[in-house]
């Protein structure tokens, strides 16, 4: 994305949560990634003053989905919408002034390589900036409660499956500062924010719409989804959302230097 000499807001749309803001120069070269296999928008236009938030984003590029027709309707001067594997096509090297990446790390199989080519297209002085989830505290506020305990106790099995498996790293967001650090990235910041939900809100019925595919799918037992169910509609408990994890790090001057990576199997 090329923008004017203005400020990049790093932000998480689904919750309109502040991350960071950076200055980039005049026609900064910005690429955003999102989804398990990525794609990205590049703008290059003198004004982004007739533009609507939402006509520029990046959207997810995976086998099941790969819907970017709204972008190729709009029709906007000067933007390429590119369809990119992020551990196998091609990307430019010390192009960019700013990379940013929301919900993909945590479906790669080696985020360290994945975020590694991210420093690589970086330019010396340009900032890296990653967003992901991280459920390690999502559960019920209060476990004293059987069924909430329950829930707890089943939702932490599934969240450990989906892992094991290789399906997604739901532990990720906690770590991206050290990795960030790993990368010889400088000036790295990490923070995290979380909400909590009361049984019956938007919230908890979308978690229980979430839990009903998995026990669809043989993931998620009929008694623990009783259970959930009860915990999750009662008005008077409530439950800690995902937190969502943004970290950032500015690639040197002078070159990266990079440090051991990370050990695959260090993953708590």
């Known amino acids: 994305?090329?923008?004017?000499?203005?400020?990049?807001?790093?932000?998480?749309?689904?919750?309109?949560?502040?991350?960071?803001?950076?200055c980039v120069d005049s026609y900064a070269s910005v690429l955003p990634l999102v989804g398990d296999v990525c794609s990205s928008a590049r703008v290059e236009a003198p004004s982004l003053g007739s533009w609507p938030r939402s006509s520029v984003?990046?959207?997810?590029?995976?086998?099941?989905?790969?819907?970017?027709?709204?972008?190729?309707?709009?029709?906007?001067?000067?933007?390429?919408i590119r369809e990119h594997d992020i551990l196998r096509d091609p990307l430019e090297t010390d192009y960019f002034d700013l990379v940013h990446c929301r919900c993909l790390l945590m479906h790669v199989s080696d985020p360290y390589r994945v975020t590694q080519r991210m420093a690589t297209a970086l330019k010396p002085g340009g900032w890296l900036v990653v967003e992901e989830p991280d459920d390690t505290a999502l559960g019920p506020a209060n476990s004293s409660d059987p069924d909430a305990a329950r829930f707890y106790q089943a939702n932490h099995a599934l969240l450990n499956e989906l892992k094991a498996n290789g399906v997604m790293d739901p532990f990720l967001g906690r770590r991206l500062g050290d990795l960030l650090i790993q990368l010889g990235l400088e000036r790295v910041e990490c923070e995290g924010v979380t909400w909590t939900?009361?049984?019956?809100?938007v919230a908890a019925r979308l978690m229980l719409e979430t839990l009903a595919l998995h026990e669809h799918e043989g993931r998620y037992s009929c008694a623990d989804l009783k259970a959930a169910r009860r915990a999750l509609s009662d008005?008077?408990?409530?439950?800690?959302?995902?937190?969502?994890?943004?970290?950032?790090?500015?690639?040197?001057?002078?070159?990266i230097k990079q440090r051991t990576p990370p050990c695959p199997g260090d993953n708590q």
Do not use: Y
Request: glycine share 10%; hydrophobic share 30%.
């Open 1 to 22: 994305m090329r923008i004017p000499g203005r400020k990049v807001h790093a932000w998480n749309s689904s919750r309109n949560c502040s991350i960071r803001s950076h």
């Open 197 to 201: 939900h009361r049984g019956g809100d």
């Open 57 to 80: 984003q990046p959207v997810t590029s995976s086998p099941q989905s790969r819907d970017i027709h709204f972008l190729q309707e709009a029709a906007l001067t000067g933007v390429e």
């Open 235 to 255: 008005p008077c408990s409530s439950f800690v959302d995902t937190t969502w994890f943004g970290a950032q790090g500015q690639r040197p001057t002078a070159g």
